[in-house]
Each structure stands twice: as structure tokens, then as C-alpha cells.
């Protein structure tokens, strides 16, 4: 009897211990950092580049006025984001300091 009481205290002990190790493993896999590389600064509209303002006056604009602009750095990439508006439609272009559009 007490070698049967003896056994299955170890068992549970064994058992017990196998559980924590893997919580402990599950813990330490389930933590993960995920971070986005673009810096977005908000850039005032009368502010952006002179290039950056021609170019949304520009035949390839025309029609759409621009409500908000951002200063973006993703890498080595340098650009303005700027949302746009005509009527009802909404979107956002990418324009290089040059005032090239940016793909």
C-alpha cells in the first residue's frame, strides 16, 4: 500500500512538473513584437515642398483638392502622403520631394 501511495505521488510530481515546463514554453513563444518601419509626420498643406505643390496642381490633379499631407520616411525612401478629395471620391497620392509621383 504505501509503495502504490509512494508511486502515484511521484506520478503526480512528474506529471506536475511536465505541465509547468510547457506553460512556461508557451509563455515564451507567445510574446512577439511587431513594429512598422514608416515614420509618418503631419506636414500642414500651405508647408509642402514647392515641386510637391505644382505637381498636385498639375493636369494629372486636376479637379481634386488635397485635405491632409504627412512627411513619410520608410527606409531610405522619403515621400508625401496626401489624401485627396473631388465631390464625393476620397484617395491619397504619393509625391517625392521633386514632385515625381512615387509608386
Known amino acids: 500500500m504505501k509503495k502504490i501511495f509512494l508511486a502515484a505521488t511521484l506520478a503526480f510530481a512528474g ?5 509547468a515546463s510547457e506553460v512556461n514554453t508557451i509563455k515564451n513563444t507567445a510574446i512577439v513584437a511587431v513594429q512598422d518601419s514608416a515614420v509618418k509626420t503631419p506636414v500642414k498643406l500651405e508647408e509642402l515642398p514647392a515641386p510637391v505643390t ?3 496642381k498639375s493636369d494629372a490633379y486636376k479637379g ?3 485635405t491632409e499631407a504627412w512627411s513619410v520616411k520608410e527606409g531610405t525612401k522619403e515621400y508625401y502622403l496626401i489624401n485627396v478629395k473631388k465631390e464625393a471620391e476620397t484617395g491619397s497620392v504619393k509625391i517625392d520631394k521633386d514632385g515625381k509621383p512615387v509608386q
Not at 506529471?15 to 505541465?19: D, I, L, T
Request: aromatic share 18%.
Open 64 to 66: 481634386w483638392t488635397a
Open 54 to 56: 505644382t505637381a498636385l
Open 15 to 19: 506529471f506536475s512538473a511536465v505541465q
